[in-house]
């Protein structure tokens, strides 16, 4: 007996659409067809929605260990569900900061039972914690090495590129990079702005991203080492990327994407303030064209809450960072709606792509044998972004107000609804990814 068929869907991958029946037994898809004569415990009518395979954020800050009261693994991952992710890769700049392998497996630990997305954890990056980062690489719930070149928030930090060059002969997972100049923030502090947050794109200005960048894809292509580039934020980066691709795969967030200075700092203030900074429409503009063009492999949110207590301090005395895995589906399901990019980009954005690069088994396409995760979502539900629709503990997005149209209205993991029209339909059932 078939546990799950859903019907009348149209199925999206990388390439196409179709519309197919999936049949789901012990939480994998058994067949995918025609199943109209095929007897189930349950049916979805799937009428009228796509249905993606399940939704990677490969950005997020969930706060825990440390700083649960902005956020933790469980009500981050009840954010990311809410928005149609079904896996979070979370990072290690937590307090303490995950650099040991006894520090990774406690957060695994904390993790289980807890969370309703599936998740791995980033390791995080010291300039001599290269023995710890060979004991944890080849764990289950490892997605990847995380290095902060320029300081952010916490306090992980490889600044010198020797060091970073060190990295990358000795280990063999995948190394996410934070890039920004950490000299060059130093030397530019003398262009902080008190109470003045539009100031932060004039300290952290285009030049400290691009001379981090360039070092890096020096260093990748000396070494021949695959490295994956967050939230690129610059003209001047994509331009350099456009030559450059060979080791280098690369992330660009919602927000740049939407929004811009100066009218992004003059609404929100420092709720617009995060590293690297939101930058003048020249650069948004390029940025989505590259979008357009396919240069990117990968949408992260780069979800980074903060209470709103903390962020209404002073800048640069408020924190750094937005909330954003509720919203990155909805917000690229928007750009669909425009015509910028297509429902099958979407896709390669969000599982094709974060497959091949982080290597991770049985999730990421709709295949026989594969895991039952999958976001359900209708093209034509128009809905505005709202504060009181926040999962996230911090209790605010910086997209308020903003019209969207196409929507996700399902998240089912291993065959089971976990979000379902507007609803938490499940206890935490998230699951470690395991690698290749």
């Known amino acids: 007996m078939i546990d799950v068929i859903i019907e009348n869907g149209l199925l999206v991958t990388h390439e196409k659409v179709i519309k197919n029946d999936v049949a789901i037994k012990n939480g994998k898809i058994f067949k995918i067809g025609n199943l109209k004569n095929t007897k189930a415990k349950e049916r979805i009518d799937a009428k009228n929605l796509h249905i993606l395979p399940g939704v990677f954020d490969t950005q997020v800050h969930f706060r825990e260990p440390g700083k649960t009261k902005k956020e933790d693994l469980k009500t981050g991952s009840l954010a990311a569900v809410a928005g149609g992710v079904t896996t979070v890769f979370d990072m290690p700049n937590n307090k303490p900061s995950i650099t040991t392998k006894k520090l990774f497996k406690d957060k695994l630990k904390r993790a289980k039972n807890r969370m309703y997305s599936n998740y791995a ?23 990847g090495i995380k290095v902060f070149v320029g300081s952010s928030t916490g306090t992980l930090l490889v600044s010198n590129y020797d060091d970073i060059g060190r990295i990358m002969k000795n280990t063999r997972k995948i190394i996410a990079f934070h890039s920004e100049d950490e000299d060059e923030l130093n030397r530019r502090k003398k262009y902080i702005k008190t109470n003045d947050p539009s100031s932060h794109p004039t300290w952290r200005n285009v030049d400290t991203a691009m001379i981090s960048t360039r070092k890096l894809i020096n260093l990748a292509n000396k070494n021949k080492r695959r490295i994956h580039i967050l939230h690129i934020s610059t003209g001047d980066e994509i331009n350099l990327l456009k030559r450059q691709k060979k080791y280098v795969t690369c992330e660009v967030t919602p927000q740049h994407l939407t929004l811009s200075s100066p009218s992004c700092y003059n609404n929100l203030g420092t709720l617009a303030q995060m590293n690297p900074p939101i930058r003048s429409g020249k650069h948004k503009t390029i940025l989505r064209n590259a979008f357009k063009k396919g240069l990117f492999e990968v949408v992260g949110s780069d979800h980074a809450p903060h209470l709103l207590s903390e962020k209404k301090l002073k800048y640069p005395n408020s924190p750094a960072g937005m909330p954003g895995v509720q919203t990155l589906l909805p917000i690229l399901l928007n750009e669909v709606s425009k ?20 290597k991770f088994k049985n999730k990421g396409l709709i295949k026989k044998g594969y895991d039952a995760d999958f976001t359900f979502v209708d093209l034509n539900k128009k809905q505005k972004i709202s504060n009181k629709m926040v999962k996230s503990r911090c209790g605010w ?35 470690p990814l395991k690698f290749n």
């Not at 015509?339 to 982080?358: A, E, G, H, Q, W």
């Not at 903003?402 to 699951?431: A, C, E, H, Y």
Request: glycine residues 8%.
């Open 339 to 358: 015509k910028l990019i297509s429902i099958t980009d979407v896709v390669r954005l969000t599982s094709y792509n974060p497959k091949k690069i982080f």
């Open 397 to 431: 997005t910086p997209f308020h107000g903003m019209n969207i149209q196409g929507w996700p209205v399902g998240t089912m993991i291993m065959g089971r609804k976990v979000f379902w029209k507007d609803k938490l339909v499940s206890r935490p059932i998230g699951q």
């Open 121 to 143: 954890f980033y390791f995080g990056a010291e300039k001599n914690n290269i023995k710890e980062i060979n004991k944890v690489e080849k764990l289950d719930g490892c997605c």
